[in-house]
């Protein structure tokens, strides 16, 4: 008798166990998804858990991005209180004065990119109705998101042909009210990327009242359309996964390559740095900026934030970039939007791009750094 309700209990235990895995599964997806809703409500559609990238069908069209979300689009209504765009092809289409569907419907999910370098006028041939400084926004719809995507630039024509061709469609397909500016730095300055984002955050918003801001290396390609250029409520690291370094990141806290702020995001951290000239490190202070607001840094799915990188050759890296890094924390409120000092040389309204030619003075700008410093030291009591 003893021995048989022993048995009874071990067979019990065993149930018990496996119906609290079963239940401990089935929460991990639940809370899994709460999760993304607030990270990004699109999160739900470029989960690669529940779209798996550029599926096709057996006659090679890709298979309607919007069957993958169906049941997330539901489940996010009522929190968004937004209308769901209709997944019916009969449906009516919004009207002009309607904000766009939530999921734009004509994103294509993996796309390929074609690197041959066009002329100018060729790629223009392509895009006929762009407003001049590489301006667009859906004609039936009202956009959900005005974007500024920001290139800091220096002779790297071909890449920058390659860029426009692929992207303007891209960010149209993406139903988008964007522009595309690209802040080039007159020589013989050494190249500073973070500058010339914060002069493209600045001059952007002299001309359109932007809410949302992706700043671009013009050497990234993005290789799939769920990858939306939008700000969501964190500020976002899009270019996860590049080919160049095997799709994967090379450590947890990269924030380099291709980067989405909205506007409040980049004035409550003072933009970035204007104290790297050279190859890196801005992107790392801009981190410890970002992390310091108290924000956390989001991204896409490795499936989908996926880039090809043009091949150029490897710029010098700037000795002192690991020194300003250490030191970063205590410059972020005064050396940043607020210290920021150029001269614009030109604005032209290109017909692919907003061209903004700009002038840094390096030497102006490492007196500020040196007169930080010993007003630092000064500040230190002595022991
Ligand atoms: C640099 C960053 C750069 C990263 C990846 C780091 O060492 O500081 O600026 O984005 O490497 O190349
Ligand atoms: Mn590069």
Redesign the pocket.
């Known amino acids: 008798m003893t021995g048989k309700t022993s048995k009874c209990t071990k067979e019990n235990v065993f149930k018990v166990a496996a119906v609290t895995t079963v239940i401990l599964i089935i929460l991990q997806f639940g809370v899994s998804s709460i999760f993304y809703q607030y990270y990004h409500p699109l999160a739900v559609l470029v989960s690669s858990k529940i779209a798996p990238v550029g599926k096709q069908n057996s006659s090679g069209e890709f298979v309607d991005i919007r069957d993958f979300i169906v049941s997330g689009q539901l489940r996010h209504k009522d929190r968004l209180g937004i209308a769901s765009p209709s997944l019916n092809a009969n449906a009516s289409l919004p009207r002009k004065d309607e904000a766009c569907p939530f999921i734009p419907p004509n994103l294509r999910g993996a796309v390929s990119v074609d690197k041959s370098i066009k002329s100018y006028d060729e790629i223009k041939a392509n895009y006929p109705d762009l407003l001049p400084g590489g301006r667009w926004k859906p004609k039936d719809c009202v956009s959900r998101h005005r974007v500024a995507i920001i290139i800091p630039y220096r002779d790297r024509e071909a890449h920058l042909k390659v860029f426009l061709q692929h992207m303007h469609k891209f960010l149209q397909d993406q139903q988008l009210d964007y522009g595309i500016y690209v802040i080039e730095l007159a020589m013989p300055t050494k190249f500073n990327r973070a500058m010339l984002m914060n002069i493209g955050f600045v001059e952007a918003l002299k001309l359109y009242d932007y809410q949302c801001f992706v700043f671009h290396d013009v050497d990234l390609i993005p290789e799939d359309e769920r990858n939306i250029y939008s700000c969501p409520e964190q500020p976002r690291h899009m270019s996860a996964a590049v080919d160049t370094m095997g799709y994967r990141l ?1 450590y947890e806290a ?1 924030f ?1 390559g291709v980067s989405a702020l909205t506007k409040d995001q980049m004035k409550n951290v003072n933009g970035f740095s204007n104290k790297f000239f050279g190859w ?5 202070d801009m981190h410890n900026r970002i992390v310091a607001k108290g924000y956390k840094i989001i991204r896409y799915p490795i499936k989908v934030a996926r880039y090809k990188m043009l091949s150029h050759k490897k710029d010098k890296a700037n000795p002192e ?1 690991m020194g300003l890094l250490y030191q970063g924390r205590k410059r972020f409120a005064s050396d940043g939007l607020n210290s920021l000092k150029y001269k614009v040389n030109k604005v032209e309204l290109r017909p692919l791009y907003t061209w903004v030619y700009v002038e840094i003075n390096e030497e102006e700008v490492k007196k500020q750094l040196e007169k930080d410093h010993e007003l630092a030291h000064r500040r230190q009591p002595r022991v």
């Open positions: 090379p990269i380099g890196g490190g801005e992107d790392d970039r």
